[in-house]
């Protein structure tokens, strides 16, 4: 059975930071890509970051570039969303997924995602 669970999730102030995790089983790492994505009170789950295995490559939103850092650890099958220098429009309930195809792509659509986790809430206070 693949299960994705994230966790790091909290309370922070603007400007601080958080290492969101997603620790990954039932599926052979490395195989899939592992997308983060966030949904905001009211708003629709947007794509935020991607992660490409075969490609060694990271695909981030404009909104978070050069604030937020994917990477992995694929002797715990997990992957990581450092996030940097956190604004109050950060907040949302952050999802990671898996797909398939073990490729990102521009956009980080959901609708290409197969496997999602429960959800870490992320509260930036201003």
């Known amino acids: 059975e693949v299960q994705l669970v994230e966790s790091g999730g909290g309370l922070v102030q603007t400007g601080g930071s958080l290492n969101l995790s997603c620790v990954t089983s039932g599926f052979a790492f490395g195989h899939y890509a592992i997308g983060w994505f966030r949904q905001a009170p009211g708003k629709g789950r947007e794509g935020v970051s991607c992660f490409s295995f075969p490609e060694s490559k990271a695909r981030y939103a404009d909104s978070v570039k050069g604030r937020f850092t994917i990477f992995s650890d694929n002797a715990k099958k997990t992957v990581y969303l450092f996030m940097d220098n956190l604004k109050p429009e950060d907040t949302a309930v952050y999802y990671c997924?898996?797909?398939?195809?073990?490729?990102?792509?521009?956009?980080?659509?959901?609708?290409?995602?197969?496997?999602w986790g429960q959800g870490t809430q992320v509260v930036v206070s201003s």
């Open positions: 997924a898996a797909d398939w195809d073990p490729f990102c792509y521009e956009g980080i659509s959901e609708s290409r995602y197969d496997y």
